[in-house]
């Protein structure tokens, strides 16, 4: 049985990667810092690791095929990304390991490209773009000495799974509850938005497709390119109600930014809101056939669902 070994379980994606895993068979192995496994993740062993310790990272790796790196500190702590993807490089290595690594759009920096192939340079116009760049360029240099093997999925913003961090939850959905759908920038704007079971599953498909793909690999996955119009549409057909459309104050944010470290590190990254961008893939289909795709209104219910909102055919899964 294949071993994978999931860093960052603890978070949103690594929760729903090694949930995707498990269902398809594979021994999950969930990386930690307190070594303990998430409760939905029933058949995971968890494992304690420390990923700015390397040698306790190379331990809690050892002997599993494939690590997924799921790591992903704060917007505030982005100063860690680096050291520790080095130091996931240095436990690939060291055990052999198949490196899976989920891209962010940060890469292409302001303007933004209105549609982003696999074949669409690099221009970061912000820190964390920057950061994200130097972290693939790390896994090229790691690939091309035939060090590390990277396959990377490249994606949009998160929705689904349960816990928080992600704009869905802390922006998006956080007022339905009382009527109200906050709308981060224009509502006819189009953004790229990946489904977390979704993702999971195309990295699952990836997984099983390792002879169609070389030794480094930078793959995009298209997700739900909408607006914030369809997704208020999808939202009031989950929860059976019209919702009151709001905007994001980002006028707030910016003010305070000078004075609240979080709020400076999201105004970086405002010109996402404001800059229509959809990912789209040449060659993903072709190396893992159908890619996996939830009707928006599925996915949107099920999201909802996932972060405590009660929709009209489930139940809220979260408190």
């Known amino acids: 049985m294949t071993k994978i070994a999931i860093l960052g379980a603890g978070g949103r994606l690594g929760r729903v990667v090694a949930k995707a895993f498990i269902d398809a068979g594979y021994e999950v192995r969930t990386v930690t810092r307190n070594g303990k496994v998430p409760a939905e993740l029933k058949g995971a062993t968890a494992v304690a690791g420390d990923a700015l310790d390397r040698e306790a990272l190379i331990r809690a790796t050892q002997g599993v095929d494939i690590v997924f790196n799921g790591l992903n500190p704060i917007y505030t702590d982005w100063g860690k ?102 709308a981060p920038g224009p509502v006819e704007l189009v953004h790229e938005w990946a489904y977390l079971p979704d993702f999971a599953v195309g990295f699952v498909a990836l997984a099983r497709n390792l002879d169609k793909l070389g030794f480094y690999e930078a793959l995009n996955f298209p997700g739900h390119a909408v607006t914030d119009l369809q997704i208020k549409a999808a939202a009031e057909k989950a929860i059976g109600r019209p919702l009151k459309m709001t905007s994001m104050p980002w006028w707030v944010l910016r003010a305070g930014s000078p004075f609240v470290a979080m709020w400076r590190e999201i105004v970086s990254m405002s010109y996402l809101r404001f800059e229509p961008h959809q990912v789209a893939s040449i060659r993903l289909e072709g190396i893992v056939g159908e890619i996996p795709h939830t009707p928006l209104d599925q996915a949107v219910a099920e999201a909802l669902g996932d972060i405590g909102i009660a929709t009209v055919d489930g139940v809220a899964k979260a408190a």
């Open 81 to 182: 990304c680096l050291p520790m993807a080095q130091n996931v490089m240095a436990a690939c290595h060291a055990n052999g390991a198949l490196h899976l690594f989920p891209g962010t759009v940060y890469n292409y920096g302001s303007p933004m490209p209105a549609v982003i192939s696999e074949d669409t340079p690099f221009h970061p116009s912000t820190q964390k773009g920057r950061i994200r760049c130097a972290m693939e360029e790390l896994f090229r240099r790691e690939a091309d000495a035939s060090r590390v093997r990277t396959i990377l999925l490249r994606a949009g913003d998160f929705f689904g799974g349960t816990g928080s961090g992600s704009w869905f939850d802390l922006i998006v959905a956080a007022k339905i509850n009382k009527g109200i759908y906050t």
